[in-house]
């Protein structure tokens, strides 16, 4: 029995392996893989203390490593929300974040310039339309407000 346990942990682990080949993971995210590849519980942890033994999975970095990726495109309320999603500890989460506050101002007014082109008057509806663009991206009403009025300020002074 105990040799058959073994197998199963082996196998566990090798799928963690091969897991984390395709794409990095929070450990959240391989446990919830492994239980849907019907390994038990306890495989499931033996295989996560395995890739972390070797450095493999590491959610502090990963989180690191997310924001970095996807701060151009997203704001700080969504990168959040995603984060907790998989599972990363809501401390890593807001030093993952701390670096982005200041750059969000103008991640939002190239994100505007890239949907609506150059600086033009914009009617109400295409104000409305570009600020829901940018809340479903999960940065701030009053940042977005910020940003649409310095693009409109643009135009009157061209």
Known sequence: MKEYQDKKNKSASVK?????????RTEKE???KLL??????EEADE???YVKSYGY???????EQYVSLRAKEKGRS???TELKRKGIEESQIEE?????????????YEL???RAGEPHDLDEKEYRRLFGYCARRGFSGSKIHKALNEYKTEVTTR
């Open 36 to 41: 849907e590849k019907e390994y038990s519980e």
């Open 57 to 63: 999975i590491n959610d502090e970095a990963y989180a």
């Open 112 to 114: 505007i310039r890239k």
């Open 30 to 32: 391989l446990r919830d």
């Open 16 to 24: 963690a392996m091969e897991l984390l080949l395709y794409k990095s």
């Open 47 to 49: 295989a996560i203390r």
């Open 96 to 108: 993952a974040l701390s670096g982005i506050e200041d750059d969000e101002e103008q991640i939002i």
């Open 78 to 80: 969504l990168l959040k």
